[in-house]
């Protein structure tokens, strides 16, 4: 099956600082979404993203399905960022959306 | 705007017990998916559907069955609970192929299985 891997799996941050996450697929996707599960457990939608670019504020993501991978921006980080950032991608010719191994995120005051 | 509602929010079963978890979706997504999160994990793939009357396995399924009986209700259940499956289950549905592929998420259901 398909492998879908997050870099780096730790981040630390200083509130204001800026960060890129990574999200890197084994196959070709048709779908591709960013969450943010914050500290008390809930997916938050980030980005529904197969491909091209989006902004959201702070937030951005970049898709380049030829090349199999995705890029989450964060900008002028704050404390409110903290918690796991996973990226989803559903395999081309599937109906199953499979998660990636997440980057914990977490921002200093 | 209730979006996917899990139901039970919280259970602690004793092992060999069963029981059934229900989501519900008001948005008419064709499809819907059973997830388990493990702590520090990511989101491992139970069972899905891809329309009233399926299911199909996932990455996790053994232990679990599940009945989409009506379009908008999709339901797990463990028929002899081991600790082992002490998870957080979390259900998500979307539309079909070709009218949006964005998923949508129920706000999860701890179980605890002792």
């Known amino acids: 099956g398909i492998q879908v891997e997050q870099s780096p799996p730790d981040l630390i941050l200083q509130e204001g600082a800026n960060s890129t996450l990574r999200c890197n697929f084994s196959?070709?996707?048709?779908?591709l979404q960013w969450f943010h599960q914050n500290p008390w457990g809930q997916l938050i939608n980030l980005f529904y993203?197969?491909?091209g670019t989006k902004q959201n504020g702070r937030l951005s993501a970049t898709t380049v399905a030829t090349e199999r991978y995705s890029l989450l921006y964060i900008s002028s980080s704050q404390t409110t960022d903290s918690g796991v950032y996973f990226c989803?991608?559903?395999?081309?010719?599937?109906?199953?959306?499979?998660f990636g191994t997440g980057t914990r995120l977490k921002v200093l005051a | 705007n209730a979006g996917v509602t899990q139901t039970p929010k919280f259970r602690v079963l004793k092992t060999g017990q069963s029981m059934t978890l229900l989501c519900a979706q008001d948005?008419?997504?064709?499809?819907m998916y059973w997830y388990r999160q493990d702590p520090g994990m990511g989101l491992r793939l139970i069972h899905y559907?891809?329309?009233?009357?399926?299911?199909a396995k996932g990455e996790v399924p053994d232990g679990y069955n599940v009945s989409r009986l009506k379009k908008q209700n999709f339901l797990l259940g463990l028929e002899s609970a081991a600790p082992s499956q002490t998870s957080v289950y979390f259900c998500?549905?979307?539309?079909?192929?070709?009218?949006?592929?964005?998923?949508?998420f129920g706000e999860g259901s701890r179980l605890t299985v002792l």
């Open positions: 993203i197969p491909s």
């Open positions: 989803a991608v559903v395999t081309s010719g599937t109906y199953k959306y499979i």
């Open positions: 559907s891809v329309g009233e009357g399926t299911t």
């Open positions: 196959d070709s996707v048709n779908n």
């Open positions: 948005m008419n997504h064709e499809y």
């Open positions: 998500a549905s979307r539309a079909r192929a070709g009218e949006g592929g964005e998923l949508f």
